[in-house]
C-alpha cells in the first residue's frame, strides 16, 4: 500500500547511543515532517523538508539531525541519546496541491535507559 | 506564532450520546483549521479541515466542526458516539504559509461507554 513506512517500530536505547529513525514515502509529496509525541503534550514539530536538499528546524530540534537527499526518504538522526528523547516520533509528508492532506506513518517508540 | 488549546483532557461519554470536544486557537495571522483522530498504536489521521468557505465543516465517521473566528474557536461535535468512535483526538492549526506545518494541541482522550 503506498502511504509512509517508519522503520524501526519500537526501539530500546542506552544514554549516549546514536540511531537513524528510517522514514519513506512513495507518493512522490514534496513536503515531509518529524513530529514527537509525549502524553499530554500533542505533537511537537522536529524538523521538516519542502523538498530534496532542503530542511528546516521546527520546534524541538535540539539533539536531532535530518537529511533529504531523495525526495522519498527523509531520516531523523539522534547522535546522543538522552531520557528526554524518549517519546514515540511520527514522520508524515504532504505535497504543495494536496490541500494539507498530511499522510502519517505508524510511528517508532524509542526508550532511552 | 500559533497556539492550540483543548480544553479538556478527557471526555467520557455513553455510546448513543452527543460529544462535543473544544478547541481554541491563538494567531496574529489567518489559519487553516483541523482535526486529527489517532485509534490506539496507529499514526493520525485526517478527520476534517476548515480551508475556506462555510464554517461548518463535515468530516468522516459523521463528525462535523465549526469554525468561530470572533471566538477563535473550532469545536468538534458528533450527534451520536459509538464505541468504535474511542480514541485520541487532536486538534491542529496552520499559518498558511508555504511549508504546510501543523502546531497541534495537547489532545483529547475520549472513551465512550456501553
Known amino acids: 500500500n503506498a502511504g509512509v513506512t517508519q522503520t524501526p517500530k519500537f526501539r530500546i536505547l542506552k544514554i549516549g547511543q546514536s540511531m537513524t529513525l528510517q522514514c519513506a514515502q512513495d507518493m512522490n509529496h514534496n513536503y515531509m515532517y518529524w513530529y514527537r509525541q509525549d502524553p499530554g503534550m500533542g505533537l511537537k514539530l522536529i524538523y521538516y523538508s519542502v523538498g530534496a536538499g532542503i530542511t528546516d528546524k521546527g520546534e524541538v530540534p535540539n539533539g536531532y539531525n535530518v537529511s533529504r537527499s531523495t525526495t522519498e526518504d527523509f531520516p531523523l538522526r539522534l547522535e546522543l541519546a538522552a531520557p528526554s528523547q524518549t517519546s514515540v516520533y511520527f514522520c508524515?509528508?504532504?505535497?504543495?496541491?494536496?490541500?494539507?492532506?498530511?499522510?502519517f506513518g505508524s510511528g517508532t517508540r524509542l526508550t532511552v535507559v | 506564532a500559533q497556539s492550540v488549546t483543548q480544553l479538556d483532557s478527557q471526555v467520557p461519554v455513553f455510546e448513543e450520546a452527543p460529544v462535543e470536544l473544544r478547541c481554541n486557537y491563538s494567531?496574529?495571522?489567518?489559519?487553516?483549521l483541523f482535526w486529527y483522530v489517532q485509534y490506539p498504536n496507529q499514526g493520525l489521521q485526517l478527520l476534517l479541515k476548515?480551508?475556506?468557505?462555510?464554517?461548518l465543516v463535515k468530516g468522516i465517521n459523521g463528525f462535523e466542526a465549526e469554525f468561530n473566528k470572533s471566538q477563535t474557536s473550532f469545536h468538534l461535535r458528533k450527534p451520536s458516539v459509538h464505541i468504535s468512535d474511542t480514541a485520541e483526538y487532536f486538534c491542529a492549526v496552520s499559518d498558511r504559509a508555504g511549508a504546510q506545518k501543523l502546531v497541534f494541541g495537547q489532545g483529547t482522550r475520549l472513551t465512550i461507554n456501553p
Open positions: 508524515a509528508s504532504s505535497s504543495w496541491d494536496s490541500n494539507y492532506g498530511y499522510t
Open positions: 476548515y480551508l475556506s468557505g462555510s464554517t
Open positions: 494567531s496574529s495571522v489567518s489559519v487553516y
